[in-house]
């Protein structure tokens, strides 16, 4: 067995995070870092709204730079979800980190009013009526602790679950808006990462400075393929899985007139207002 699965065997669930970050850290130490120079220091954020791709960019950006995964100060830690910390209450902490070294995090928070010159900001942006679909099933499935929504909301239809989510989705618009608007950063569309993800995993090598090659672009990207994280193809769905089904417009199975009506007049039409502004079709 390896290291990787003994750790998810004798670590409880709730210290998966940290487990995570010591297994990637650990193997860093044993990989080709790309290298800093010594007088500067590079943290590259992968911060977005909820389910939108950017774990899969995140992932991509760990096996090609093998930098080390920041895990925030216990004190901030135990106050938020890491990946909901606000970025502005981590800054004066990055502040703090060496140079000559590059840094990785992940985060759900809102954008930063001051974004640091060593700081790289890369956020991912889907259309919302797949983020709406497959928050459903996230929310379904992952412990109340973590954010899930219990058995209750878990055994109703889809149709009752879109439903009651659009009615509470004020957690999710605020970040779509905020990301959407702000110019501070890297916007990939998960739509382009499906199309062509070598093209946009060396747009974000470029805009992050990061001295990679074609090898490790393509080695990065076959290390995350969605078949090979899940042992599934794309579109083949597992609804418990945090990689659901990995496909564009799922939404059109899902939501009908009625559903969508819904949608885009809640709440002054806000989110169809949106879903223009981001270039995607009614």
């Known amino acids: 067995m390896d290291l990787k699965n003994i750790v998810k065997r004798r670590i409880p669930p709730k210290f ?10 650990a193997r860093s130490l044993f990989n080709k870092t790309i290298k800093i120079e010594n007088s500067q220091k590079l943290v590259i954020v992968v911060v977005s709204p909820h389910k939108v791709g950017s774990t899969w960019v995140y992932k991509i950006l760990r ?6 995964d920041i895990f925030p100060p216990l004190k901030i830690f135990k106050e ?10 981590l800054i004066p902490y990055f502040d703090t980190l060496k140079k000559g070294k590059g840094y990785l995090f992940k985060s759900h928070s809102h954008p930063p009013n001051v974004c640091p010159d060593y700081m790289r900001l890369i956020t991912v942006i889907r259309d919302p009526r797949d983020v709406f679909v497959s928050m459903t099933n996230y929310v379904s499935n992952i412990p109340k602790e973590l954010g899930g929504w219990g058995m209750e909301y878990a055994n109703k239809s889809k149709q009752q679950q879109l439903l009651e989510l659009i009615e509470k989705s004020d957690f999710m618009y605020d970040l779509f808006y905020s990301w959407s608007t702000y110019d501070n950063c890297l916007l990939l569309k998960y739509e382009e990462l499906k199309s062509d993800i070598e093209k946009c995993t060396k747009t974000i090598v470029e805009y992050c400075g990061i001295n990679a ?15 090979k994280l899940t042992g599934r193809k794309s579109g083949v769905e597992n609804k418990s899985s945090f990689y659901r089904k990995g496909i564009v417009g799922d939404w059109k199975n899902h939501f009908n007139d009625e559903l969508l009506k819904k949608l885009y007049t809640n709440k002054d039409n806000r989110w169809e207002k949106l879903i223009i502004a981001l270039g995607y079709d009614l």
């Open 16 to 25: 998966g995070m940290i487990a995570g970050t010591m297994y990637h850290n």
């Open 80 to 89: 938020y979800r890491k990946v909901r910390i606000p970025l502005e209450e």
């Open 213 to 227: 090659d074609q090898r490790m672009i393509t080695k990065s990207i076959e290390l995350n393929d969605f078949s």
């Open 63 to 68: 096996e090609l730079t093998y930098f080390h």
